[in-house]
């Protein structure tokens, strides 16, 4: 039963709850990120080069709005770190492609256990019921929201 | 009624449709931008500063978690697009804040105002007990992720 009289007020609500999440959420990832010895920019760039599969420097500099000088400086900085490496295409020789290393994806994979034992403690002080319904809630927000976008 | 044998295939639900919905909110956001003349990180630094109220350069690149070089840039670039402006502090002259000017407030509020109306879009495709039932699931969340952040 689609909702023609949609109530401004609930559209309000859900831009605002949707907001406070993604600050929360971002904020326990950066205090998450202080254990460990990368910064929260070097973290961006290892999810969006494990998300993207491989990207040259340029690419990668491209999705996260830096300009050349900057996106090189991080790749040095993360290569130095051991999290990535600089590896020539195989089809390409010219082309110079980021690999992500072991160090980086353990990084990312504890990063999201540390994530998933924090919404453990968040869910476990409600009922299964509501973590249900909360969990369709999501689902169909998600599943709109992806709709919207490809049409 | 606590939950305490929290289903961990729920826990993964939950951090999976909450990144996403991260992402999404996140990539619509840049393309809003996309309109405008400002960047993702001066937009970043618009909304930090209205936030905080006001900030030094110094604070501000603390919390984006920038280089010193890096944060004057941003500031300098921002100033130039009339965004911001550098004003001394009232009670200690020596100290630089920064203002957000009347384009930088009516920059947020017009990507605040696209984002309601793309929701609007998305949340009309379902029914108002829906949406209710979205609303109190989010605020919970809310209510339980900023109740263990303090705690």
Redesign the interface.
């Known amino acids: 039963?689609?909702?023609?009289e949609?109530?401004?007020k609930?559209?309000?609500?859900?831009?605002v709850?949707?907001?406070?999440?993604?600050v929360?959420?971002?904020k326990?990832g950066?205090e998450m990120l202080a254990d460990t010895d990368i910064?929260?920019?070097q973290f961006n760039a290892l999810l969006t080069l494990i998300n993207a599969g491989t990207l040259t420097i340029g690419e990668l500099g491209e999705r996260m709005?830096l300009a050349c000088s900057?996106a090189t400086d991080l790749v040095d900085r993360m290569e130095r770190n051991g999290l990535v490496m600089r590896e020539r295409d195989t089809t390409d020789r010219r082309v110079i492609r980021l690999k992500v290393l072991d160090k980086g994806h353990q990084i990312i994979d504890e990063v999201?256990a540390t994530?998933?034992k924090?919404?453990?403690?968040?869910?476990?002080?409600?009922?299964?019921e509501?973590?249900?319904?909360?969990?369709t809630?999501?689902?169909?927000?998600?599943e709109?929201?992806?709709q919207?976008?490809v049409s």
Chains 1, 2 share one sequence.
């Open positions: 039963m689609p909702n023609k949609l109530d401004q609930q559209v309000a609500d859900v831009e709850l949707l907001r406070t999440v993604s929360i959420v971002k326990r950066r910064t929260p920019p709005f900057t999201i994530r998933r924090y919404l453990s403690t968040v869910l476990s002080k409600i009922s299964t509501e973590v249900e319904s909360m969990i809630a999501l689902s169909h927000l998600v709109l929201m992806t919207e976008e």
